[in-house]
């Protein structure tokens, strides 16, 4: 397993997948809120930390028989894909409205009666925002698969690189781009990349 091939598969399912996910929308609506670099670093340690937690997972997943490992992988893969493709068929709006208001729920309930915010209490509030959200996701999932057929060191480089991409977008522009973002449009590429991964994770079994 070469650590490029894990880096380059996480980097562009997690890019792909957490642009205008929960996750972001959550990034994008404090960074109005709060001062942007404080929300950045809250919002990447926590993806950090549930990259770490996931490829771990995916590495005692690698204790099982590889065939039993692949096997899951590739109904993973493809069962997201599927899944996805169908979302997207059925979706009748063009922007991400549920994702939006699901983040902005979870914020305004997080700072209900809060007057004033030290910056060490924003980074917390991004970080316990963020892994909450991102905990039993499809991305946390989708690493967990990597991990477990791919170099972990590669898994978690794309990944945090493809989670802190998509925080920076989140925090710097988010607002600007959110209402232009095409929920039928990522949701079918998502979908499209899952299987994509399945395809090959099924080409690679023995």
């Known amino acids: 397993m070469h650590p490029l091939a894990g880096f380059t598969a996480a980097l562009l399912l997690i890019t792909l997948s957490e642009l ?3 996750t972001f929308f959550i990034g994008v ?3 109005t809120r709060h001062p942007r670099r404080w929300v950045f670093l809250g919002v990447t340690a926590a993806l950090f930390l549930m990259t770490v937690l996931s490829v771990l997972i995916g590495q005692v997943a690698t204790l099982l028989p590889q065939a039993i490992v692949q096997g899951i992988t590739v109904a993973l893969f493809l069962g997201f894909g599927l899944k996805l493709l169908y979302d997207a068929y059925r979706m ?4 991400l409205d549920d994702e939006q208001t699901e983040a902005l729920e979870a914020v305004e309930q997080r700072e209900q009666g809060v007057k004033t915010w030290t910056n060490g209490a924003v980074v917390m509030e991004a970080f316990s925002l963020t892994f909450v959200a991102e905990w039993g996701d499809r991305t946390q999932l989708a690493t967990i698969a990597l991990a477990a057929v791919h170099h972990p060191v590669g898994v978690v480089l794309g990944a945090t690189l493809g989670h802190a991409i998509c925080a920076a977008i ?5 607002k600007l781009i959110a209402g ?5 449009l990522v949701t079918a590429l998502s979908g499209v990349l899952f299987i994509i991964f399945g395809v090959v994770a099924a080409m690679e079994m023995r």
């Not at 989140?170 to 988010?174: N, Y």
């Open 20 to 22: 205008g996910d929960k």
């Open 92 to 95: 009748a709006g063009t922007t």
């Open 180 to 184: 232009r973002i095409s929920e039928r």
């Open 170 to 174: 989140a925090v710097a522009c988010g």
């Open 29 to 31: 609506i404090l960074a």
